[in-house]
């Protein structure tokens, strides 16, 4: 099975501040990684697929790089809508999620 | 619009069943194969199970292989799963998505339906 193991788990940050993301896989996994929001009570909201493709209607300040191992997830400048969980998902041999990283205001 | 809407959650006792439904719109159902995520109070997500679009190949995840079954009925856009022996640790939100069939990106979401597991 394929692992995603997500850092940083939680972070705090500012309105404005750039914010970095990262999951690695432990097999490589091309670029079958998609990432997706989360807020409270809804349903997750796909941001980016095959790793850096930006999904329609998402704001052009996130963005996503990586391939086999490494990916990353990044905020230009934080928004207020932004603060919320954020999710890795693997889908190159089934699924698999990363632990989530949850963007708190500082 | 791609809508998923999910039913059937609520509450059951331990060893009981309980049958999640989830009725597709807005694209076309039977060219996508379709999974189920679940997500436990506080907790991130998790797997349950992916079916094809044809309805002929299902995967299960480890903690729900033998108990869930998943199945699909294209004639009616609608997604199932059937949930057997279910445990306290099978409480959760049940969201079910569509994966396009030919990379299992997930897509489009539900809004989700939650099964609660107690005595």
């Known amino acids: 099975d394929i692992q995603m193991t997500q850092s940083p788990s939680s972070l705090s940050a500012s309105v404005g501040d750039r914010v970095t993301i990262t999951c690695r896989a432990s097999?490589?996994?091309?670029?079958?990684l998609n990432w997706y929001q989360q807020k409270p009570g809804k349903a997750p909201k796909r941001l980016i697929y095959?790793?850096?493709s930006l999904q329609s209607g998402v704001p052009s300040r996130f963005s996503g790089s990586g391939s086999g191992t490494e990916f990353t997830l990044t905020i230009s400048s934080l928004q207020p809508e932004d603060f919320a969980t954020y999710y890795c998902?693997?889908?190159?041999?089934?699924?698999?999620f990363g632990g989530g990283t949850k963007v708190e205001i500082k | 619009e791609v809508q998923l809407l999910e039913s059937g959650g609520g509450l059951v006792q331990p060893g009981g069943s309980l049958r999640l439904s989830c009725e597709a719109s807005?694209?076309?159902?039977?060219?996508?194969?379709m999974t189920w995520v679940r997500q436990a109070p506080g907790e991130g997500l998790e797997w349950v199970s992916i079916?094809?679009?044809?309805?002929?190949?299902?995967f299960y995840a480890d903690s729900v292989k033998g108990r869930f079954t998943v199945s699909r009925d294209n004639s009616k856009n609608t997604l199932y799963l059937q949930m057997n022996s279910l445990r306290a640790e099978d409480t959760a939100v049940y969201f079910c998505?569509?994966?396009?069939?030919?990379?299992?990106?997930?897509?489009?979401w539900g809004q989700g339906t939650l099964v609660s597991v107690s005595s």
């Open positions: 079916i094809n679009s044809a309805g002929g190949s299902t």
């Open positions: 807005g694209f076309i159902f039977s060219t996508y194969a």
């Open positions: 998902l693997q889908h190159k041999s089934y699924l698999t």
């Open positions: 097999q490589g996994i091309r670029n079958d």
């Open positions: 095959a790793a850096s």
């Open positions: 998505a569509n994966m396009d069939s030919s990379r299992w990106s997930v897509d489009s």
